[in-house]
């Protein structure tokens, strides 16, 4: 997928007034992930910073990895967005009962939302095999899920309520930390 048209809409990062940046070491990497994590670094390069966050790796119950971007001190310095984020259980409420369900993957959804060049840089993370910057708006960023709900409700919102629900079902494992499932650049 070609992904939204930047002038249509893009992932911003609004710090607060007195935020500094912070550049922090890599974490060391269990060597038994490392292969993994390259592929992983390399299928993000394959998709298409003063601050300098560390990845951490998750073993998934499927043998495979998750990587993970620690944003915990970018999103500490990040303005709140206010944007309301519907509840998982009124959405389950409103359409149990329906005969279909579609769920929109959020790691395809979030793809599809570009950074704003201006705040990519906010995005570096740090790995053994280099420094790389999000291009896509990534899994752990603060304000990523008011973002992406903006996007749904402005795309969808004449379908919502009437026969479809716009929701995030947010990994509560995955808090402050990003999926490297995302777009990034070698920098």
């Known amino acids: ?14 710090l607060l007034p007195d935020a500094r940046p912070v550049q922090q070491r890599r974490y060391r990497m269990n060597p038994n992930y490392a292969a993994k994590v390259k592929e992983e670094i390399d ?5 298409g910073f003063t601050w300098l966050s560390p990845i ?8 495979k990895i998750r990587v993970c971007a620690d944003y915990r001190k970018l ?7 206010g944007f309301p984020l519907p509840f998982t259980d009124n959405v ?18 979030y793809n599809q939302i570009r950074m704003h060049p201006n705040d990519q840089e906010k995005t570096t993370f740090v790995t053994e095999w280099g420094v790389f910057v999000a291009e896509v708006m990534m899994f752990g960023l603060k304000t990523a899920p008011a ?11 004449e379908y919502i309520p009437t026969f479809m629900q ?8 995955n808090i402050g930390r990003n999926n490297s499932s995302n777009s990034a650049r070698n920098e």
């Open 56 to 63: 951490v790796v998750v073993p998934k119950k499927n043998g």
């Open 166 to 173: 716009g929701s995030l079902r947010p990994n509560q494992n």
């Open 75 to 81: 999103n500490a310095a990040t303005v709140t967005d």
């Open 147 to 157: 973002t992406f709900q903006r996007i749904i409700t402005k795309i969808f919102n």
């Open 1 to 14: 997928m070609k992904g939204l048209d930047p002038q249509y809409y893009q992932h911003q990062i609004h």
């Open 43 to 47: 299928k993000l390069l394959r998709v």
């Open 92 to 109: 389950l409420d409103t359409v149990a009962g329906h005969e279909c369900y579609n769920f929109l993957d959020g790691f395809s959804g």
